[in-house]
């Protein structure tokens, strides 16, 4: 969830609108009626995945963290930790969101990379630009395409999955702006149809759109009947493209209760297979009981007992977005994202999320943090401090709390890309 002058829509776009200002299986607790056991999203592992052994991983250096005191950041070690190969699955399956994209700087690509990969990350979410995709209506950028393909490739190969999130429109589609959504909703669909048979042997998740229901990312205002319609178109093309395509809707901003509901009302349900949410809960912990369920985590139950009474009770949640900030409130500064928590902090409800979400929502199967790297250097915006490591790649100690995390959560489970 963004806010003015926090995360905005360019941590999502990154650097492929340069000329943009702003560019599993365990049976679930019965809920409401709940009879019905979740759907496993099943997860086959890659047939050419490289053998660690002849790869070159390199070495990144990853400093342990003191996680005893407030805002410090972790000690240097002069060990360098070699990289290692992450469980190949996780009971919960953790992931992050990473910003690199196909024109990202080679040497940057591969830290990134490195440190997913020593983390023990099982999933990667990765925008697929629909505006640098089809500038033109039928016609295709080979170049970010290919790109594309090499950067899916390479995370591939360092043993992480890779969700495809498709978002931007292109001036031709509506000229009102990338956030808003296309005129015609056939044309999102035409071109998630291509995408989805293009990378159908590299990528088989397709999350549609970032929050539908916040005006950034809808531009003007947010339309259920509008998000509904291109879930329906993008399910419909994708699935006649590749049939083992996953799809998720788009993560709603916050554990939205109201539009999920409407979107139910008109007919979603047929349109996705995973329910995408970003529980977001400004500074408070994942352990708080808000009134406000929107930013609440316990709102994930509420959102569960949604899709129950409207029969998806087989299907799963994934959080493709959730962070708690590490910035310093400004001077004059107010409002809920005016102030982050210190990195000690943001590692201890890193953990506590995690864990909860393991123990009391098993039916969330995949929770991706947001974002791995710090998108700036000013200690203010919160935009700049989501990451689990800072801008010049030295860990913060939620690096240190996820690696842990997905290391006592690895169970040897079925895997595919």
Known sequence: M?????????SL??????????????????????????????????????????????TVVIQPADTGEDDVGPPHSREPVRQQPPPAATSLLIGVQSDIQPDTEPAIRRREI????????????????????EPRKGEYNEEYLKDLESLVDEIRGAGMRVMLLVLATPPWANPRGWDAPPLRMRDLGDFVGFAVRRFSSRVKHWEIWNEPDWHEFWKPAPDVRGFVEMLREAYTNGKAADPQATFISGGLAGNNTDYLRQMYALGASPFFEVLGVHPYV?????????????????????????????????????????????????????????EGVNQATQAAYLSRAYEKIAAEYPFVQVAMWYNLRDKGTNPTLAYHNYGLVQHNFEPKPAYFALQRQARTAATPVASRP
């Open 114 to 133: 490195a440190l997913m990969q020593n983390a023990g990350i099982a999933w990667v979410r990765i925008v697929l630009n629909w505006y640098a995709a």
């Open 282 to 338: 400004f500074q408070r912990s994942p352990d708080v009981v808000h009134p406000h369920v929107r930013n609440s985590f316990h709102g994930l139950g509420e959102l569960r007992k949604i899709m129950v009474a409207n029969g998806d009770a087989a299907k799963p949640i994934w959080i493709t977005e959730m962070s708690w900030p590490t910035n310093r409130r400004a001077p004059g500064a107010t409002g809920d994202w005016a």
């Open 13 to 58: 776009i990154a650097r492929t609108l340069l000329i943009a200002a702003l560019l599993a299986t365990t049976t679930p607790p019965v809920i409401s009626g709940a009879t019905e056991p979740i759907t496993p999203i099943t997860i086959l592992p890659d047939n050419d995945e490289p053998d660690p052994q002849e790869q070159d991983p390199g």
């Open 2 to 10: 963004n806010r003015t002058g926090q995360r905005g829509p360019g």
